[in-house]
């Protein structure tokens, strides 16, 4: 099976940088997602890492390490709009099945 | 683009009924769908595969006969939640790929939240 780690909670001010960190252990590898989801909301897609490296799209990046099952959400310029659940997923097989970490809540103050 | 509907957005029933949910793919046509519950503060829990024209896939401890799954078109997916009870109160997710990009994004719905009396 699959199983990934991702803090519970992170708390920052409005324009500061936030580091989401997320460890898995899978039998395989297809690549690592991240979605954000607000209060009674869908997951919405913001990024994914099939290859080692960083990936920016706007204010957030993702970056992948296969060799250490390691990735990174990286939120810069935080807006209060930023609150919300993150949640990295990993594809593990051929198939399109996602399994979810425990997600990070990221609260923004003004 | 990419868009994924469900419907109804909320239900409230009471204990023993039946609810059915839909999840339709307004603008692709979705090979996979995928049923998730997600009960308060944690993840998303994945339930179910579905493919068009073939029975669903069930994750290991999913009722199949208590959440009856259909896929009959590539647009339209239907979880039956039968004999609802209580602990069966959630927020009900599906998603849908179509398999058409690199990785196969899953585009989520805006769930159904299921209370159970």
């Known amino acids: 099976g699959q199983s990934l780690e991702q803090p519970s909670e992170v708390t920052a001010v409005e324009g500061a940088i936030v580091q989401i960190n997320c460890t898995y252990q899978?039998?395989?590898?297809?690549?690592l997602s991240w979605y954000q989801q607000h209060d009674g909301g869908a997951p919405t897609f913001l990024s994914y890492?099939?290859?080692?490296g960083l990936e920016e799209t706007g204010r957030f990046s993702s970056f992948l390490s296969r060799s250490d099952s390691y990735g990174y959400l990286l939120l810069q310029e935080l807006q209060m709009k930023d609150s919300a659940s993150y949640f990295c997923?990993?594809?593990?097989?051929?198939?399109?099945?996602?399994?979810f970490g425990a997600g990070t809540t990221v609260t923004v103050r003004a | 683009g990419a868009v994924v509907s469900q419907h109804p957005s909320w239900v409230i029933c009471k204990s023993g009924t039946s609810v059915k949910i839909e999840c339709r793919s307004l603008?692709?046509?979705?090979?996979?769908m995928f049923w998730y519950r997600q009960f308060p503060k944690q993840s998303l829990m994945l339930m179910a595969t579905?493919?068009?024209?073939?029975?669903?896939?069930?994750e290991q401890g999913v009722e199949k006969d208590k959440f009856l799954i259909n896929h009959a078109s590539l647009t339209l997916s239907t979880l039956t939640v039968t004999s609802a009870h209580p602990e069966d109160s959630s927020f009900y997710i599906c998603?849908?790929?179509?398999?058409?990009?690199?990785?196969?994004?899953?585009?989520f719905g805006p769930g159904t939240r299921l209370t159970v009396l």
């Open positions: 998603s849908a790929t179509s398999g058409s990009s690199s990785y196969n994004e899953q585009f």
């Open positions: 890492n099939a290859l080692d």
């Open positions: 603008d692709f046509q979705a090979t996979t």
């Open positions: 579905s493919n068009e024209g073939s029975k669903a896939t069930y």
């Open positions: 997923a990993v594809r593990a097989k051929h198939d399109y099945k996602l399994s």
């Open positions: 899978t039998s395989g590898f297809y690549g």
